[in-house]
């Protein structure tokens, strides 16, 4: 990249940080400690305005970066990511927006353990909460590490690292400083960028090709080297017995993951009642919707373009096709439009990654205040003392997750964003969710299934991770010398989800205490109308 190309984006770069940084600013001034301020904002916010910040903070890093880059590379089966991501939005919808309003306060936990004994059920969904919370992060900061390698033309190592530990430092600030109010703000004005990024380089694509979408197609299948089989499913995914399961354990956890995402069932807290929940949503739903739609044409617009062998050049994991097409759109390298362009777009990803890691670690330093350590610390009441001591908790763990985070993002810079989404999605669908769907829905639920169904789908989760050819067994995994890939699948979802309902299942069953019936009817009436809610 030439040297304009680095001074206008980092001018960009700056700008978006003195904006959030002001807005954090206001924020921190506006709180007053309490636990409601700190997670949900006090719950002020309106339904548009929340459903921008849940676009926000879903349209990361791994959309605008990893899918586009996947679609330029695999075609149809990036493709394939798209759907996940926006069908999963009609689970979230239907089954879980206005229940989890209704029944929790902060947390995924809160949910869980409203009709059961708490301590060892908030310190199970605590934990999961934190490990998908810190899968999520790691994707993110590998994509801020291969953008500005890419703005840095080609950065060294010790470059990468430094931009991992800066984003991880600015996204301790935000959350320690300004708590939900300011990262929502933070997540709306990134929001309003993406999404207007994104039209504006759709428009320049659907422009090149004169609104001739079939050209569009036939000129990405003829540049990435593939014919008619970019264009058809199974290019990544269909070879053989193992990558079509691998496809099917994908898409379960795309569609089912989102649900028991952490930072996105907080968002449900910040609005006044579950009417407003639910319209958050549907705010959510069009706005995401509409960037997907975006995304397919940019994945193939790169393709075409730019050549899949381009894209794979500069970055073997796709994460760069993007900044690349905006550069190629706006005149190619050393023009005055491919620079302004390039910096535009780079500085949107920018923004993109500081939202989301944002929202990420409130939600994962809600997890380890409120449930871990409110649970090991003090009985079921709570105080306004104890509430303040938790809201210190929170910012501390916000250090040390941004921390794990980091150290997990440097060992992991060389894989796709989507992918390493994809397995957090993975992992919430496993742990979070079988809970989630039992609490809500299974009258004879217990204390037993409910921290069954926990480590039942997380443990499985991690360790067909850790044994998967993602970790070892080929030259793109993380460790490539030694073996012990005995999971020949990428993405666990396929074994790990079934097996998080059916522990959940089995510890009900098993369980010496019967259901508590007057608790859970308590739970449903408060869920289907509302009648009790915080």
């Given amino acids: ?62 959309s605008f970066l990893g899918v586009s880059g996947l679609i330029a590379l695999f075609g149809y089966d990036g493709l394939l990511y798209c759907v996940g991501f926006l069908v999963a939005w009609l689970v979230v919808l239907f089954l879980v927006a206005e229940l989890v309003r209704n029944c929790g306060r902060f947390t995924l936990a809160d949910v869980v353990a409203a009709r059961m004994r708490e301590r060892p059920v908030r310190i199970a969904a605590g934990a999961a909460s934190v490990t998908v919370s810190v899968l999520y992060l790691v994707a993110q900061m590998v994509g801020a590490g291969s953008l500005v390698a890419l703005l840095l033309d080609g950065a060294d190592a010790q470059a990468r690292t430094w931009t991992v530990i800066g984003v991880g430092a600015l996204m301790v600030f935000y959350v320690a400083f300004g708590g939900m109010r300011a990262t929502t703000w933070i997540q709306i004005v990134k929001a309003v960028l993406l999404l207007g990024g994104a039209i504006a380089l759709t428009v320049l694509v659907v422009a090149r090709f004169h609104g001739d979408i079939n050209g569009l197609l036939n000129t990405a ?18 070879s053989d017995w193992t990558s079509r399961l691998d496809f099917i354990s994908l898409g379960l956890a795309l569609v089912l993951g989102t649900a028991g995402l952490p930072h996105i069932l907080a968002r449900f807290y ?21 960037f997907y739609l975006m995304t397919i044409v940019l994945g193939f617009g790169a393709a075409a373009l730019l050549g899949s062998d381009a894209v794979r050049a500069s970055s073997k994991a796709g994460n760069t096709a ?106 919430a669908a496993s742990a979070n969710l079988p809970a989630l769907l039992y609490a809500l829905f299974w009258r004879r639920f217990t204390t037993r299934g409910a921290v069954w169904s926990v480590y039942g789908g997380l443990i499985p989760a991690l360790t067909l991770v850790v ?11 993380l460790f490539p010398g030694p073996d012990f890939a005995y999971f020949p699948l990428e993405n666990p979802g396929v074994v790990s989800i079934p097996l998080g309902f059916l522990m959940g299942w089995l510890g009900t069953l098993l369980s010496p205490e019967a259901a508590d019936e007057a608790r859970h009817a308590e739970t449903e009436v408060r869920a289907l109308t509302g009648a009790g809610a915080v």
Avoid: C
Wanted: proline share 3%.
């Fill in 221 to 238: 299948a003829e540049r990435s080297g593939h014919g008619g089989k970019f264009l058809a499913p199974g290019l990544k995914y269909g």
């Fill in 1 to 62: 990249m030439t040297g304009d190309h680095q001074t206008l984006a980092l001018v960009l770069f700056s700008a978006f940080i003195a904006v959030t940084l002001a807005i954090t600013t206001w924020a921190s001034r506006r709180r007053h400690g309490s636990a409601e301020e700190f997670y949900a904002g006090g719950r002020l916010f309106s339904p548009m305005e929340n459903g921008f910040a849940i676009a926000g903070d879903y349209m990361s890093a791994a």
């Fill in 467 to 477: 044994l998967s050819p993602v970790v070892s067994g080929n030259p793109e995994a």
């Fill in 322 to 427: 993007v900044p690349l097409l905006a550069l190629h759109l706006g005149g190619g390298a050393g023009s005055t439009g491919g620079t302004v362009l390039f910096a535009v777009v780079a500085a949107v990803a920018f923004a993109t990654i500081l939202a989301v890691v944002a929202g990420v670690t409130l939600a994962s330093s809600a997890s380890v205040a409120h449930d871990l350590y409110a649970s090991l610390r003090r009985s079921r009441s709570a105080t306004r003392g104890s509430q303040r001591s938790e809201v210190a908790v929170a910012r501390i763990a916000a250090v040390g997750v941004g921390a794990v985070a980091i150290g997990l993002a440097l060992l992991a810079r060389d894989l796709n964003v989507a992918f390493l989404v994809g397995l957090a999605f993975a992992v």
């Fill in 270 to 290: 910040t609005v006044p009642t579950a009417r407003s929940a639910r319209r958050s949503a549907v705010w959510a739903i069009g706005l995401i919707g509409g």
